[in-house]
Structures are given as structure tokens and as C-alpha cells.
């Protein structure tokens, strides 16, 4: 089956700082690809939703100056985190969705983001 | 806007014991339904997927079944072992909108 990467799997950072997710799609092209946050003993939630070369569409409740999203390739999306604070600290899930299957979504292993 | 809810958040049972978990969706115009495992701090594990148009799917020791004019579907999991022990997630994807998820269910199988 197809297979969606993220990198890193895991990252801790100071407050203030900005911390850069990539989510890779290794044997398809993804047209669509979204990301989820996830707080301990919750669900995922929806944060953004993004087409190749296009911006992307953010879910209410989330700021879009606070977490960049780019899509600039049909393999690569990266999900900025700028000026984290300790509230940001998640589990953040990529998920990608390709062209040729338009009912199928593929996930990516999770980050973890600390930040203290 | 689509809104899935599974029953119930969490259940305990004894090693051995055949269970089943339930998913409701409010809207009915899906083009799939999915059910996932997620062990703690890990991602999602794909389990079953069914398609709108059909009304189980089975692999080893899991059923899932779909009834589509009533949004609703159940995870049938036969002689639990203490290794079944996750949060098991319903998923609905509904037009060319993303998967939406339900809270989980938080399942330990007690040896």
C-alpha cells in the first residue's frame, strides 16, 4: 500500500521558537494532503487541509499565521509551527490522499512536539 | 456537517471475551467508513475499511459491519487478547471532504 512519511518523528523545543513538520507521500502523488493534532486521550482533529499549489484551508478555531502550511510538491507538505508555546505541545498526523484513489487516505507515522 | 460517535469511550474485559464497539455517523452519504488502532503514543494502524456499498468486512479475528440508512457500524473483536489492548478510532469519509473521526474507544483486555 501507498506510504506516507513525516519527519521528525519526534521534537522538543523552547518556547518562542518555530519548529518545521515534513510529510512525504514515497510512492504516490498526493493532490490532497491533511493534518490532525491529537492532545493525549483525545481524537484527531482536523487542522488544515491542503492542494498541491494551492493555500491551504484552514478548520476553525485555527490559526493560520500560527501554523504555515506549504504544499509546493505532489510529494511534500511541511507544517510550520511558528512561535510555539507549551499549549502547542501535540501530536501532530499528516495524511495524504492521492489522485488515483480519491476515497483512500494515507497516514504518516505522528510527530510529537514538545515544547517547554 | 458529518459527526461520528463511538460507544463506549472505554471498556474492560477479561482475556478470552468476544466484544464488539460501536460507531454512529449522522450523515449517511459516505463513501467508506474505517476503523483504525492506535496504540499509546504511535499512529494509526489501518484495520478494516468498508466501502458504502458493502455491509461487513472481516480479517482474522476482527468484523466490521456497516449499516449505512441507519449510520451505524460495529467492530466485532472474537477471544480478546491482552495484545488487542489499544484505542480503537471510527472514521467516515463523506464526499471530497476529509476523514472525520470519532473520540475512540479505549479498550484493555485484562489477562
Known amino acids: 500500500g501507498a506510504v506516507v512519511s513525516q519527519h521528525p518523528s519526534r521534537v522538543i523545543c523552547k518556547s518562542g521558537t518555530s519548529v518545521k513538520i515534513e510529510c512525504r507521500s514515497l510512492d504516490f502523488q498526493a493532490t490532497t494532503m491533511f493534518w490532525y493534532r491529537q492532545f493525549p486521550k483525545q481524537s484527531l482533529m482536523l487542522m488544515a487541509t491542503s492542494n498541491e499549489g494551492s493555500k491551504a484551508t484552514y478548520e476553525q478555531g485555527v490559526e493560520k499565521d500560527k501554523f504555515l502550511i506549504n504544499h509546493a510538491s505532489l510529494t511534500l507538505s511541511t507544517l510550520t509551527v511558528t512561535s510555539a508555546h507549551p499549549e502547542d505541545s501535540s501530536f501532530y498526523i499528516c495524511s495524504a490522499r492521492g489522485q488515483g484513489a480519491p476515497d483512500t487516505q494515507y497516514f504518516g507515522p505522528g510527530t510529537r512536539l514538545t515544547v517547554l | ?111
Open chain 2, 1 to 111: 456537517k458529518q459527526e461520528v460517535t463511538q460507544i463506549p469511550a472505554a471498556l474492560s474485559v477479561p482475556e478470552g471475551e468476544n466484544l464488539v464497539l460501536n460507531c454512529s455517523f449522522t450523515d449517511s452519504a459516505i463513501y467508506n467508513l474505517q476503523w483504525f488502532r492506535q496504540d499509546p503514543g504511535k499512529g494509526l494502524t489501518s484495520l478494516l475499511l468498508i466501502q458504502s456499498s458493502q455491509r461487513e468486512q472481516t480479517s482474522g479475528r476482527l468484523n466490521a459491519s456497516l449499516d449505512k440508512s441507519s449510520g451505524r457500524s460495529t467492530l466485532y473483536i472474537a477471544a480478546s487478547q491482552p495484545g488487542d489492548s489499544a484505542t480503537y478510532l471510527c472514521a467516515v469519509l463523506s464526499g471530497n471532504t476529509p476523514l472525520v473521526f470519532g473520540k475512540g474507544t479505549r479498550l484493555s483486555v485484562i489477562a
